[in-house]
């Protein structure tokens, strides 16, 4: 990784991410009772943990009201915010999220895949894109992913961060 973004990696103190098309694998499963369910990945979850054990917050902006993202929120001991219309609205939690934590946008990465994600995207020092997400995303992305959403995205993210930190002892390194 050049030097320039492992700096940017290194500053992270907040990982935000959508939730659909990032921690899923973006699509929906329907039961003839129309109950939804969703793919996530657990090695997704397990990175989440390793982040917080190192002072590093993570959390949820999601346009979707669907209960699973509150379920998955609240198993992984993260906030979220759901059911905010457009992207405005994720940037408008977000401001206050970080006004509240005393953090600059630039110790902020905000993973996204799709339209809605760019406003925040913009705002923040790292925007990284899955690498299903959608064209206009990419290329508003400082670092694109190997991995597509719900495939472990996160969990390649939250290693660059800890690597960049110094921190590969917690990775088998």
């Keep these: 990784m050049e030097r320039k973004l492992k700096n940017?990696?290194?500053?992270i103190k907040l990982l935000a991410m959508d939730f659909d098309g990032v921690l899923t694998d973006g699509f929906v499963y329907v039961d003839q009772n129309g109950k939804e369910t969703v793919r996530c990945s657990?090695?997704?979850?397990f990175g989440i943990g390793l982040l917080g054990k190192h002072g590093i917050a993570s959390g949820?902006?999601?346009?979707?009201?669907?209960?699973v993202v509150r379920a998955r929120c609240l198993k992984l001991g993260i906030p979220y915010w759901q059911g905010l219309e457009l992207g405005s609205d994720k940037l408008a939690v977000l401001k206050r999220v970080l006004k509240n934590a005393h953090l600059a946008p630039a110790a902020v990465a905000y993973m996204g895949d799709d339209l809605n994600d760019l406003a925040v995207m913009r705002y923040v020092?790292?925007?990284?894109?899955?690498?299903?997400a959608h064209r206009a995303v990419k290329k508003a992305a400082v670092y694109v992913t190997r991995a597509a959403g719900g495939d472990h995205a996160v969990r390649e993210v939250i290693e660059f961060i800890l690597q960049a930190r110094g921190e590969t002892h917690l990775l088998g390194k």
């Design 125 to 132: 020092g790292l925007p990284i894109a899955v690498s299903d």
């Design 60 to 67: 949820v902006l999601s346009t979707e009201k669907n209960p």
């Design 8 to 11: 940017k990696f290194a500053r």
């Design 42 to 45: 657990r090695r997704d979850g």
